[in-house]
């Protein structure tokens, strides 16, 4: 093995992962649906300081980003970050069809690793409440949600918004949606029936938040012991509110 | 007339307007889509801190908040500012159906006035980019676009999303929305056909942002005089990138 190709070898079993801040919304740029005609490939193009992600809707594309090529199937989502080199290096089949988008985060609002071999656990870790997360390429499970929030975004990006802050706001959702769709497929912690029912009163607590809530009505209404739920809520460190009420 | 009716009357002109922080997404503590049975009239809730927004889908329900009387008819939206005593006064037509959502805004993300005899110029000025307005009550114009984005939240509030804020964006799409529908009636002034086609050329140098752009490039694809174009963003303030490659 040469050098080039030890190289090759090891770019195989590295994945590009980017990191998304989610505590604000993104800034949407530009956005379309594309369809190719005959001989069709992707012109050439250098993403300065904008992120773009393609989500095939039928066909395939073949994509050269900077040295790498890549093969992109219908049902599958290339996440292409900033300050690459981008050219089709083969004709589409005529009709193949994407959404595209580009858009632009707040400043330090993407972060962009190469993890080398990584497992699903290590990428599950990146997930966070106010961080979405994206691999280069993946095929999404579901096709349907996505296509729903693609349409809306290209629906209002054509429409006069008092506030540009409409696409924006769907576009962040359709980050979150595909983050999501994602960490399902790599995520094979199965949900326990406590946590699906601790998860089910943490629900019941949040809809009763104007009311003083006392864990016995709260025991009550999911017809519990409250000593067991003062345990299981003191052990999870829950919201602030029930602890605080919870021995009168 | 005696003070109490004075009161009242003046009541009647005066127009209950909230503007809504939209810089970040507001924070969803639950929803639903409700249906009432038989002789049912909505129980008394008193709003801690949190706003309520409902749209409803068929029937009337009949609120009273705090002194005053509001019937709400298909196809309103009532939204209502929190620290106010809610109940309905009356029973509501069996089968009466609406979507409720429960969210709090960031810290001083909310303001709620009250304008005397306001005119829509007066309304149509609190719109901003980073800020939504919803009256108390009104019709909404068309109805499809809200309904889908309330479904959304639901099926989002109801699954188990690597991040909550997955249902914070839509419910922030779902003000943005009702607040657009709420602009389009009372904002009665036309787009012209030149505001639209400068929409359309900045719509097109932001599609094209990563290329060094020259003024004779843009004129070029819309077959303008430069000149023309110059003049037209020039006295328009645009973005800086156009104004400082124009005259190469």
Not at 64 to 88: C, R
Not at 108 to 113: C, F
Not at 124 to 146: H, I, N
Not at 182 to 198: D, G, K, L, M, T
């Amino acid at each position: 093995m040469n050098s080039s190709q030890f190289f090759t070898w090891e770019l195989k079993l590295m994945k590009t992962i980017t990191c998304f801040d989610i505590s604000e919304p993104v800034l949407h740029i530009s956005s379309g649906k594309f369809t190719a005609g005959k001989h069709w490939q992707h012109k050439h193009m250098y993403h300065n300081g904008n992120f773009e992600i393609i989500i095939m809707i039928k066909g395939t594309i073949y994509l050269q980003v900077d040295e790498t090529h890549y093969t992109v199937h219908e049902g599958e989502i290339f996440a292409l970050p900033p300050y690459h080199h981008l050219h089709g290096y083969k004709e589409s089949p005529e009709g193949t069809q994407y959404f595209w988008f580009h858009f632009f985060s707040k400043p330090n609002g993407l972060k962009t690793i190469e993890l080398k071999s990584p497992d699903d656990r290590q990428i599950e870790s990146l997930f966070r409440k106010d961080q979405a997360v994206l691999p280069l390429q993946y095929k999404l499970p579901t096709l349907d949600k996505v296509f729903i929030v693609a349409n809306q975004i290209l629906d209002v990006a054509k429409t006069h918004y008092f506030t540009s802050m409409a696409v924006d706001y769907l576009l962040t959702t359709l980050l979150i949606e595909l983050s999501q769709e994602y960490f399902e497929s790599i995520s094979n912690i199965p949900i326990s029936a406590e946590e699906a029912r601790i998860d089910e009163i943490k629900e019941w607590i949040r809809a009763n938040l104007s009311e003083k809530l006392k864990v016995s009505e709260v025991a009550d209404a999911f017809t519990l012991n409250p000593h067991y739920l003062v345990r299981k809520f003191s052990s999870r460190k829950p919201a602030k509110r029930l602890s605080s009420t919870s021995t009168n």
